[in-house]
């Protein structure tokens, strides 16, 4: 893990201990070949600080909502906290557009995406959030982690 990462993670699980809305379950760490096998379901590399909590924690849940993890690929097409079944719907539904891997869509009037249409840059793909009121996005973190950081300190 990188050492920048190993920071966020440090500050995020601080944050964590102190929030009543933000919880993640032990246990769930996602192992190197579900990792893999993601991956080539998608056609494309996750982010680094993604793989690495996915290593690490495999889940994190802000109020009810999760920010998207993988599930064994029998329980996928069950599994609504799975990055890859929510990016099965993203594909089937037509929107986003190609590209946009959906990582948190909350019970709420926005949800964040993976920007994966202009590759990796040093590992990581921005994350965008839409805005369901106006319809627009807007670059919201140029990491995982950043994304992490910021939606656990708006949860409180």
């Known amino acids: 893990m990188s050492p920048d990462w190993n920071s966020?993670?440090?500050?995020?699980?601080?944050?964590?201990?102190?929030?009543?809305?933000?919880?993640?379950?032990?246990?769930?760490?996602?192992?190197?070949d579900l990792v893999e096998d993601a991956e080539r379901e998608l056609g494309l590399p996750l982010p680094a600080c993604y793989r690495s909590w996915l290593a690490a924690y495999g889940n994190l849940f802000i109020g009810p909502d999760p920010v998207f993890g993988l599930a064994e690929p029998e329980?996928?097409?069950?599994?609504?906290?799975?990055?890859?079944?929510?990016?099965?719907?993203?594909?089937?539904?037509?929107?986003?557009?190609?590209?946009?891997?959906?990582?948190?869509?909350?019970?709420?009037?926005e949800a964040f995406y993976f920007d994966t249409r202009s590759g990796l840059k040093g590992g990581e793909y921005p994350v965008l959030r839409y805005d369901y009121n106006t319809g627009a996005f807007?670059?919201?973190?140029?990491s995982f982690a950043?994304?992490?950081?910021?939606?656990?300190?708006?949860?409180?």
């Open 138 to 142: 807007e670059t919201f973190s140029s």
């Open 75 to 109: 329980h996928r097409d069950v599994a609504d906290d799975d990055l890859i079944y929510n990016a099965r719907l993203v594909e089937e539904s037509g929107f986003p557009s190609s590209g946009m891997i959906p990582v948190y869509v909350p019970d709420a009037d």
């Open 146 to 156: 950043g994304f992490l950081v910021e939606v656990v300190r708006r949860a409180g």
């Open 8 to 32: 966020a993670f440090e500050r995020l699980g601080t944050m964590i201990a102190g929030s009543s809305r933000v919880r993640v379950f032990p246990g769930r760490a996602a192992p190197p």
